[in-house]
Every structure is written in C-alpha cells, then in structure tokens.
C-alpha cells in the first residue's frame, strides 16, 4: 500500500504536537515531531554553553551531535547522542535555543535526512515548519495550522503552569512573538505556509473542537490521495 504522508506546519503553540500526534494515533500513523529535533540541538548548545546567536560554534559542534527518535508505546522519545531527552528539552530557555540553531542552515540540513527517510519507511504526520515547503514538497496532505497569538500564548501559559514551571503570561506572549518573527524571518526554510495547504485555524475553539475539526480536513482530503 501506498504510504502517505501528511505534513502539518504552524507557529509556535498552534497545537500542532498534541493534535498531530492524536490524529496519528487514529489514523494509525507514525506521528513525527520535527520541532523536538531542532529542541534536541539547541539543548547540546546549551548544555556546552555557546551562545545561541553564535553561528559558528553551533556549526563546528554539529558533528559531535546524533538526534534520533525512537517509539516506546506509540509515543514519540527523542534521543540525543543516546540519551533520552523527551522532558529536558521542554522548557522555554531550550526553545529560545531551538529557535537560533534552527536559523542556521547547516543545522537544517543535519535533520533534513533523517526527516525524509522517516516518511519514506512509514505513512507519516510530521509537524515542523517547513515540511510542506522544504522537506516532503509532495506530501500527500498539506495544513497549515495556526491560531492568534493571544491564545496560542494563553495554551503554553497553561500548559507550563500545569508542568509547575513558573511563567508570567506576558513574558510567554513575547516569547511567542519573538519565536513567530525568528521563525518567519529566517532565510533558510522560513515558517510560511505552501501554496498548496489547507488552512486550520484553531482560534477560539478548545483542544477537542480542535481535533475534530483536523480530523475532519484530513478525512475531507483523503479521497482525493487514495
Ligand atoms: O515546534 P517547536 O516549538 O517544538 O519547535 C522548536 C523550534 O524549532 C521552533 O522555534 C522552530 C524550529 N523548527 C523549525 O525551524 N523547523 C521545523 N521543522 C520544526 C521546528
């Protein structure tokens, strides 16, 4: 059978994660989170203290660093040169981190193989930032998921809060910004959203309105790629 992929591309706290992967679960596909790769990097830059903006130290460490991910019950774990770190790479200096070295050409095309052969072996959703425009051009299923930045900085408020990490709502809006306009601004595989997807727009609406919603975009799509 045909393997198909679904690329679903965003901003920051669009949901992507957690309605990507539940959507995966039902179609019973392999739930791929680029994001946790770029996070795995710039937890390595930190952990060894180069600045973030420091291009070619990130560069020059580049191949001290192997990111793999592996499944334990259907969920994704990341691992960084063997160590797991699914829970460390949560925070907000990481994703600070993850948003610089993600700038960094080199850094891309460290990930982009292991990203594509990860859709070639397996029917896949994959969420990122450029995996409709750069990394599978030909996924079968293309969404651009989005939200306004007030309530996609409300979610990762609550969701931070809830892990027991003390946050302001202010500073985790500008944060957001800041990773919005890093995102878009970059020159390489800038966060945009391809000619060719279908936009979701989860403003307002809850996790589970949310879900059905996507769900129902895909489903919609499906009779045209099979
Ligand atoms: O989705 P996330 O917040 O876990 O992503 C972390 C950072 O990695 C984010 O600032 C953008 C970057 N990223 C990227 O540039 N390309 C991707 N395909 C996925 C994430």
């Given amino acids: 059978m045909k ?3 679904i690329a679903i ?10 309605l990507a992967r539940r959507t995966a ?11 946790a790769m770029y996070r795995a990097i710039g937890l390595y830059v930190l952990r060894r203290g180069i600045a973030a903006d420091d291009k070619a130290a990130v560069v020059a460490c580049l191949p001290e660093i192997t990111v793999d991910i592996g499944y334990q019950d259907g969920v994704q774990r990341i691992f960084l040169n063997g160590e797991d770190v699914s829970g460390s790479i949560r925070t907000e200096e990481v994703s600070q981190y993850a948003s610089a070295v993600s700038a960094v050409p080199e850094v891309r095309a460290h990930l982009m193989g292991l990203q594509r052969s990860l859709a070639a072996r397996s029917s896949v959703i994959m969420d990122g930032r ?4 750069v990394i599978l051009p030909d996924a079968d299923i293309k969404i651009y998921l989005t939200a306004s930045e007030e309530d ?35 020159d390489v595989a ?6 060719d997807a279908i936009v979701v727009d ?25």
Wanted: proline residues 3%.
């Fill in 3 to 5: 393997h198909i992929n």
């Fill in 9 to 18: 591309d965003g901003p920051s706290g669009a949901g992507k994660s957690t």
């Fill in 25 to 35: 679960q039902e179609l019973g596909y392999i739930y791929v989170d680029t994001g």
């Fill in 130 to 133: 450029d995996i409709g425009t």
């Fill in 152 to 186: 996609r900085a409300m979610r990762r408020f609550l969701e931070l809060r809830e892990k027991g990490q003390e946050v302001d709502y202010d500073s985790v809006l500008e944060n957001i910004r800041q990773r919005d306009w890093n995102d878009m601004h970059r």
């Fill in 190 to 195: 800038p966060l945009r959203q391809a000619e």
């Fill in 202 to 226: 989860t403003s307002g609406i809850g996790l589970e309105e949310s879900a059905r919603l996507l769900r129902d975009t895909i489903e919609g799509m499906m009779p045209y790629v099979v």
